[in-house]
C-alpha cells in the first residue's frame, strides 16, 4: 500500500517553463488537495478536488492549475513558472470513517523556479 | 477563511521533560475537526492527534495529549516525556465542514528536544 505518491520529488525549472506535478493515491479517497509550504507560512491550500472530474479553487490558486481525470490522480500544472512559485508542495488526500477523520501527504516535491 | 495562529515559532524542551505547544483558530462553525501534524527533517507529515469539536474530552495518544478550549478556540499539544525524536516542526490544523472540507494549517512551530 503506497498511500499517497507525489512525482517528481526535485525539480528546477527555468523562468517561463511549464511543468506538472503528478499525485496518485491508491487510497480509494474522494478528496484530494494540493498545498505549498513556505517558511513562514505553513501551508497554504492552492486547489482541491472533491471526487473525479472536480475541482475547486484555494486560497493562492493563482499560477497553477489543475485536473482530476481519474480519481486516483490529481495533477497540478503550472504553466509560465516564476520565482514566487519556488516552494515545497504537498499533495493530500483524506479519509473519514468511524473512528475520524485525517488527510494523508505526500512526501512532498522541491521546485525551485531560476 | 478560517484562521490558525501558531504564536510561538519556536520552543525548545530538555529530554524527559514536558512542553505545551499553542495554538489558536477562529470560525464561526459549530461543528469542525482539530488537527496536531508532524513533520521532522525528512518532510513527511505525520499526524499526531486530532480532535473532534463535538467531543468534549480531550484526545490523548501515549505521550501526546490536548487541552481543547472550544469556548476560547484554542487547542494546545501537551508532549510528556520528551524524547529525542519528538524534535520536529509542528503543525495546528482545522478541518472545516464546509464544502470542500479544507484543512487550514498554521505557521508552524519548531520544536528543538536538548539532550
Known amino acids: 500500500n503506497a498511500g499517497v505518491t507525489q512525482t517528481p520529488k526535485f525539480r528546477v525549472l527555468k523562468t517561463g517553463q511549464s511543468m506538472t506535478l503528478l499525485c496518485a493515491q491508491d487510497m480509494n479517497h474522494e478528496y484530494m488537495y494540493w498545498y505549498r509550504q513556505d517558511p513562514g507560512m505553513g501551508l497554504r491550500l492552492i486547489h482541491y478536488s472533491v471526487g473525479e472530474g472536480t475541482t475547486a479553487k484555494g486560497e493562492v490558486p493563482d499560477g497553477y492549475n489543475v485536473s482530476r481525470l481519474k480519481k486516483q490522480n490529481f495533477l497540478l500544472g503550472l504553466e509560465s513558472a516564476a520565482p514566487s512559485q519556488t516552494s515545497v508542495y504537498f499533495c493530500?488526500?483524506?479519509?473519514?470513517?468511524?473512528?475520524?477523520?485525517?488527510?494523508?501527504f505526500g512526501q512532498g516535491t522541491r521546485l525551485t523556479v531560476v | 477563511a478560517q484562521t490558525v495562529t501558531q504564536s510561538q515559532p519556536e520552543m525548545s524542551v530538555q529530554e524527559a521533560e514536558t512542553v505545551t505547544l499553542s495554538c489558536t483558530y477562529d470560525t464561526s462553525e459549530s461543528d469542525y475537526y482539530l488537527f496536531w501534524y508532524k513533520q521532522p527533517p525528512s518532510r513527511q507529515m505525520i499526524l499526531v492527534i486530532r480532535q473532534e469539536a463535538y467531543k468534549q474530552q480531550n484526545a490523548t495518544e501515549n505521550r501526546f495529549s490536548v487541552n481543547f478550549q472550544k469556548a476560547a478556540k484554542s487547542f494546545s499539544l501537551k508532549i510528556s516525556d520528551s524524547q529525542l525524536g519528538d524534535a520536529a516542526m509542528y503543525f495546528c490544523?482545522?478541518?472545516?465542514?464546509?464544502?470542500?472540507?479544507?484543512?487550514?494549517f498554521g505557521t508552524g512551530t519548531s520544536l528543538t528536544v536538548i539532550p
Open positions: 490544523a482545522y478541518r472545516t465542514t464546509n464544502t470542500g472540507n479544507q484543512f487550514y
Open positions: 493530500a488526500s483524506r479519509r473519514d470513517t468511524m473512528l475520524g477523520t485525517e488527510a494523508f
